[in-house]
């Protein structure tokens, strides 16, 4: 089976500062992986997908990921947070057994600080 | 361009009251359609998935069902509610295939009491 693990439930960083969410996977096939934004009650959006191509993946609002098998890892990355960076975000990896729904993580909430 | 509603967008229900959340897609056809549920702390949680009318499965066992009566609509609901159904539902949808991210709807928030 197909999972992910964020690790840290909370990340505070200063505006400006560079923004690192951690992300783990497990899988015994070559995995699909995901970063999702969620602001407050609302739906989740894309933020980026990695799907075997480019391990270096860009995404929306200056997000960027890369996909480290080594590591089995898949980092969220800004250079430089902006305040309305501050919402909830999940990794998740598609689970191919689940009419390929998506495995997510339990999220990571980031607080930007002025 | 393709767009998913969710209605109703908050919901509070008395315990062992019945539950109907529906979920429509436009713009697109022959989608995969989701129901995930959202509780404090613990990410989302798969609850069915459906790959086509009248086709669902079913990750959780659990008092809810759910139902694709028409391609782009996808129900859930439950007889009786219980405390534990508190939460924020999510529907989504996706392209069918093995790479396709999922499409996610504004979601419904709902409280047992």
């Known amino acids: 089976a197909q999972s992910v693990t964020q690790l840290g439930s909370h990340v505070s960083v200063s505006e400006g500062a560079l923004v690192l969410l951690r992300c783990n996977y497990s899988?015994?096939?070559?995995?699909?992986l995901f970063w999702y934004v969620q602001y407050p009650n609302q739906g989740l959006q894309l933020l980026l997908k990695?799907?075997?191509?480019?391990?270096l993946v860009k995404g929306i609002n200056g997000f960027e990921a890369e996909f480290k098998k080594s590591e089995t890892s898949f980092h969220l990355t800004k250079p430089s947070a902006h305040m309305s960076d501050a919402a909830e975000y999940f990794c998740?990896?598609?689970?191919?057994?689940?009419?390929?729904?998506?495995?997510f993580g339990k999220g990571t909430s980031l607080l930007v600080t002025p | 361009s393709q767009t998913i509603h969710q209605w109703p967008a908050t919901l509070v229900q008395p315990v062992g009251s019945p539950l109907s959340l529906e979920c429509t897609v436009e713009?697109?056809?022959?989608?995969?359609l989701y129901w995930y549920r959202q509780a404090a702390g613990r990410g989302l949680q798969l609850l069915f998935y459906?790959?086509?009318?009248?086709?669902i499965s079913s990750e959780v066992p659990q008092n809810l069902s759910a139902s694709r009566p028409q391609d782009r609509q996808f129900i859930l609901s439950s007889k009786k509610l219980l405390l534990s159904d508190s939460g924020f539902y999510l529907c989504?949808?996706?392209?069918?295939?093995?790479?396709?991210?999922?499409?996610f709807g504004p979601g419904t928030r709902l409280t047992v009491l």
């Open positions: 989504a949808w996706s392209v069918k295939g093995a790479y396709n991210e999922q499409f």
């Open positions: 899988s015994s096939v070559p995995p699909y």
């Open positions: 990695y799907t075997s191509a480019a391990t």
């Open positions: 998740a990896v598609s689970a191919r057994n689940s009419g390929y729904a998506l495995n």
């Open positions: 713009g697109t056809s022959n989608p995969n």
């Open positions: 459906s790959v086509g009318i009248g086709q």
